[in-house]
């Protein structure tokens, strides 16, 4: 499977990067950190288009957040939303997804990501 992982460029992503890049699925899928290659971001259309999961981080807005989830609800493509405890996120995010995950830290969201992919993998079968 081909996991898109869009997030606000307010946050810190060396840290979330390098949990995902330690997980199972990392190695198990082909994931796609946008910030990995440098620190500008790249044309991302066609990684939305070629995904079949985005996982967004929505702790911080970003237009360009918000640019890619709508590049991605108008491709179709199911969209799970992943978000920091404590911090609250647009409840118009509700439209694009019913998939939310709140965690601690990102060992927490790494191991609900793992459940989720392998719950979502199970349905898409």
């Known amino acids: 499977m081909n996991i898109y992982f869009p997030h606000s460029k307010q946050l810190e992503y060396e840290d979330y990067y390098a949990s995902i890049r330690k997980s199972d699925f990392f190695t198990s899928h ?27 981080e929505v702790s911080y807005p970003g237009t360009g957040l918000g640019i890619e989830l709508g590049w991605a609800e108008a491709l179709g493509k199911k ?19 019913n998939d939310f995950i709140v965690y601690k830290d990102f060992e927490d969201l790494v191991q609900k990501l793992q459940l989720f992919l392998k719950n979502y993998h199970k349905k898409s079968v």
Request: charged share 20%; proline share 7%; net charge positive.
């Open 30 to 56: 082909t994931c796609v950190l946008p910030y990995e290659k440098n620190n500008t971001p790249e044309n991302s259309k066609p990684m939305i288009k070629k995904a079949d999961l985005i996982v967004a």
């Open 79 to 97: 969209i799970v939303c992943v978000y920091m405890d404590g911090l609250s996120v647009a409840r118009s995010l509700s439209i694009i997804s």
